[in-house]
């Protein structure tokens, strides 16, 4: 049974259609909607890239005390009515109607825009837009639209010769737009436009006359390493393209969102859905193609969360798993090659503090001797493998840096970098030591250049005694023997060295006693290298570190919280690690003695180690 004819009339009194009370006042609210200046010059530029301009130039000038900007392009220029002029009065009276969507359900490619609101986007620029394109009768024309004006104007203007393409002039620009420079126009478009630029071919250049600079627009070049193997899942609206490259951490690492090569958005961050692992970790930057978003037209910066970006965001599962792996596989090698670097430094400065330390108490390890073992390769991993000792050769290298004193006679063809430059400082090593009376002992003069090589020719010693009893034997060359004397005492002595016009000197104090006390694991056997470190997380202990003695390896809790608030910073934490180090060090070789005593090895070790720590 029907509805009566009343029913009828009540639904469609109820039911209509949308329209447009006042067509001014929206064509105001879609002008006034783009608030980047940058993007409204894109939109001029994409504009000469769908006319398939080859040469683009765009000019910033000053002229009658009032800035302008200026968009030439020697394109296909304004589309030709019946009489082959240009059909001015069409772009001007189809707001919202665009030709190009057209072209491209007809099939065109390599064509952008789709709402026929860009000319538009002037109105954030300047006061007055004038575009001028000349037609096939050889006479160049011209139209001109104001600022919030519902008018326009054609007319014909007379030039020397006719033109191919079309300039486009937008003058005076806004008082607010006086920093819109010509190289940040040329930054925003190496970014904005990247694929555009790149895939059309078309040579884009900013001259500034104002600043007297001219730049190309080179799409812009992402740094690290290109990821592969990056597969989305296909939509049944289209496919995915990815570029991404895996660099070193650092805020100004970014993936911006793109569609058919034109940036959405500089940071996909931007989408709460990509609020998370693995585009905030800062590892990545690149690009990220969707060419069937749908955009909000105002701005072409915003994206529609229709079905479209739904889809969008679940292809993107899979890709984001196997960033995932990819980052956290970058972050343990990094942590290795930190790991590394902290080894050395902490090694390099407990083997300065040794060399002025007392031998007698703290000829811990086989670095004092002159000789350098041979060990199997170097172990690391943050978990299971341990960071030992390094092999003969890494160890060779460390010894160059800061005690190649210990292996002079080692042979080999030096590059031209190893060579040895002027004298710069000398060394007396060991630089503190505690001799007993009667006896004798031996100390050498270390000389390095400004890089810390070591130095052997053209040098003359001096050794003195300054303070103190004693004898010196030998005293001209690069090594002297101490003779105590039979009554304890402080002895200074004072090495001077010279090399033609420089001189440098050094001082190291002898402390003479009656008797000895060995105060050193003395554990006996033959004695390991300078220890390594792993890690080993135990958030929930109190331990800061251990030292395994069968592995040579200091092992370091890095779930501890101090660990944590020292790791934000890597000086820091090349300090902490360092202190752990002397903590550990200083409990092995001094057992049994008082904890006060303790303290105060552990300050002195510190201290040396500290100073050389860099």
């Known amino acids: 049974m029907g509805k009566s004819p009343r029913k009828r009339r009540k639904k469609a009194a109820r039911a209509g259609k949308l329209r447009i009370a006042d067509h001014w006042n929206a064509i105001s609210i879609i002008a006034n909607s783009q608030s980047n200046p940058l993007k409204a010059v894109a939109e001029f530029v994409e504009n000469s890239i769908d006319a398939r301009a080859r040469h683009i130039v765009i000019t910033r000038g000053k002229k009658k005390g009032e800035f302008y900007l200026k968009v030439s392009d020697d394109g296909e220029g304004i589309p030709k009515d019946e009489q082959g002029l240009p059909d001015f009065r069409h772009v001007a009276t189809h707001i919202c109607d665009s030709v190009k969507r057209r072209l491209k359900a007809e099939g065109a490619d390599g064509i952008q825009g789709e709402f026929g609101i860009g000319l538009l986007s002037f109105w954030t620029l300047g006061r007055t837009l004038d575009i001028t394109c000349c037609g096939v009768d050889g006479n160049t024309y011209e139209m001109t639209m104001a600022r919030n004006s519902p008018e326009f104007e054609v007319s014909k203007k007379r030039v020397l010769l006719p033109f191919k393409g079309t300039d486009l002039t937008v003058y005076p620009l806004l008082p607010g737009l006086r920093s819109l420079t010509g190289e940040k126009i040329q930054r925003y478009l190496a970014s904005e436009l990247r694929d555009r630029i790149k895939y059309s071919g078309a040579k884009i250049k900013v001259v500034d006359r104002t600043g007297r600079a001219e730049y190309i627009v080179v799409p812009r070049q992402f740094t690290g390493r290109l990821i ?69 037209p105002g701005t072409r910066q915003g994206i529609i969360r229709d079905e479209r970006f739904d889809a969008f965001c679940m292809a993107m599962a899979p890709v984001e798993t196997y960033l995932k792996q990819v980052i956290e596989d970058q972050r343990k090698a990094e942590e290795e090659r930190s790991s590394r670097r902290i080894l050395r430094k902490v090694q390099r400065a407990l083997k300065e503090a040794f060399l002025r330390l007392p031998q007698e108490e703290y000829d811990w390890f086989d670095i004092q001797c002159g000789k350098t073992p041979k060990k199997k390769d170097t172990l690391f991993t943050t978990a299971s493998t341990i960071l030992a000792p390094r092999d003969a050769q890494a160890r060779e290298e460390d010894v160059s840096d800061s005690g190649r004193e210990m ?17 710069f400082s000398v060394l007396i090593s060991p630089k503190s030591s505690v001799v007993p009376i009667d006896t004798r002992k031996k100390y050498r003069a270390i000389c390095r250049d400004r890089s810390r090589r070591i130095v052997v020719e053209n040098l003359v010693y001096q050794w003195e005694i300054t303070d103190g009893d004693g004898q ?51 554990s ?44 934000k910073h890597k000086s820091r934490k090349l300090r902490y690690i360092c202190r752990l180090f002397c903590k550990e060090l200083v409990r092995h070789n001094f057992p049994g003695i008082p904890a006060d005593e303790l303290l105060e090895r552990m300050i002195e070790l510190s201290l040396y180690t500290e100073e050389h720590l860099k």
């Open 228 to 296: 592969h193997d990056l597969h989305p899942e296909t939509t049944k609206w289209g496919d995915i393209y990815l570029e991404l490259y895996l660099s070193d951490p650092g805020t100004a690492n970014q993936v911006g969102l793109y569609r058919r090569g034109t940036r959405i958005l500089p940071f996909i961050t931007e989408l709460d859905e990509f609020q998370q692992e693995p585009w905030i970790s800062g590892y990545l930057q690149g690009i990220v193609d969707a060419p069937f978003l749908n955009l909000t």
């Open 407 to 423: 292996d002079d006679d080692a042979g080999g063809q030096m590059a031209f970098f190893e060579f040895a430059g002027p004298l």
């Open 472 to 522: 010196l034997l030998e005293s001209d060359s690069g090594s002297v023997v101490f003779i105590a004397p039979p009554e304890p005492c402080l002895t200074t002595l004072r090495v001077i060295v010279r090399q033609e016009q420089i001189q440098c000197e050094d001082e190291a104090l002898i402390t003479i006693t009656d008797s000895l006390v060995d105060q050193s694991s003395g």
């Open 524 to 567: 006996g056997g033959s004695r390991k290298g300078l220890p390594g470190y792993t890690y080993r997380r135990a958030p929930g202990e109190m331990w800061r570190s251990k030292f395994d003695v069968e592995k040579n390896v200091i092992v370091i809790n890095n779930g501890h919280r101090d660990f944590v608030y020292a790791g």
